[in-house]
């Protein structure tokens, strides 16, 4: 007998997707590969910074990993690990790609990649000493595509951290309650898992694996009104200071403080804590903040009208 689709299913192979068996679970995941996409819009791409995309590609991974210990996931994580594993490295951005993939192709990316988000040249920069540890994130796809459990899943973790600079502590704290799983208990779990959320909900907002962790919380009563959401709603710049800046910055802080004030630079844009050292470095650029606050409005309005001046002059 042929088999008859519902409409949904075949938008699905119509759009290259393969569709099993009819589940009703498994149909708005579906849907939102289909349709709800946090990088099929460019203008959402173009609000990406390169630390923006590892940071979602660390999410992105994490929440497949608390996923696939729930039989009510796993078709659903299975589909979304086979579509995402690529054969070309990620070499090329897929419209028709998982979010996963397109992030990675971001993170993974050549000049050209980086042309397509917020800051290309510093995209560029942090680009240039970021390694992916690609067939340890391949293996680890291809384990759960096919059902297997995959193989040493907290070690992958911590060399994503590693590789993708993952700073932010409370990403941290998510990913060791999530790779131990079995071990922790339920209120250590709904903290972990009401963190996520408000992770995903500001960094993968129209991501196509949101809606199924929100259903997961739901269905498994995962998240807690206790919890405190601390995520803030932005985007992680791309901070770096090169070449012909430094001659600049030099001319603010003095050649002496040229080297702790661009090491204030690098840790204020990870989030790490400050040296007081380090962080006198900048006296002479927080003096001058100070003394035209305290020069009134119009030198207020000078400063934002120059501020503005030098962000066009970085797009050209």
């Known amino acids: 007998m042929e088999k008859k689709f519902t409409a949904l299913e075949w938008a699905a192979i119509e759009g290259g997707h393969e569709v099993s068996e009819p589940e009703e679970e498994s149909f708005s995941f579906l849907k ?10 460019e203008n959402n791409i173009a609000k990406l910074t390169y630390t923006d995309c590892c940071e979602r590609v660390y999410l992105s991974l994490l929440i497949i990993e608390l996923m696939r210990n729930y039989p009510a996931q796993t078709k659903a994580v299975r589909s979304y690990a086979a579509k995402t594993i690529s054969r ?52 680890y796809l291809s384990q759960i595509s096919s059902g297997a459990i995959p193989t040493k899943p907290a070690e992958l973790f911590i060399k994503l951290e590693s590789s993708l600079n993952i700073v932010n502590s409370t990403y941290k704290t998510i990913r060791r309650t999530i ?102 470095a900048f006296d002479p650029a927080v003096q001058m903040l100070v003394d035209i606050i305290k020069g009134g409005p119009t030198y207020i309005a000078m400063l934002k009208n120059i501020h503005k001046s030098a962000k066009r002059a970085r797009k050209k």
């Open 32 to 41: 939102d590969i289909h349709e709800a996409r946090l990088t099929r819009n």
């Open 179 to 280: 790779v131990n799983i079995e071990s922790v208990d339920k209120i250590a779990l709904k903290t972990a898992v009401t963190k996520l959320l408000y992770a995903a909900r500001a960094r993968l907002r129209s991501s196509d694996l949101i809606d199924d962790l929100e259903k997961l919380a739901v269905n498994r009563d995962l998240e807690s009104a206790r919890v405190t959401d601390t995520e803030p709603a932005v985007s992680t710049p791309d901070r770096e200071v090169i070449g012909s800046d430094l001659i600049y910055l030099a001319q603010i802080v003095g050649q002496k403080r040229l080297f702790l004030a661009t090491k204030y630079i690098e840790l204020s844009s990870q989030g790490k804590a400050i040296p007081s050292n380090v962080a006198q």
């Open 88 to 139: 070309d490295n990620y070499k090329n951005y897929k419209i028709s790609g998982t979010d996963l993939y397109n992030l990675i192709y971001f993170v993974v990316g050549d000049a050209a990649a980086m042309q397509k988000l917020k800051d290309p040249e510093a995209a560029m920069t942090v680009r240039r000493r970021t390694t992916l540890p690609m067939m340890a994130v391949n293996r």
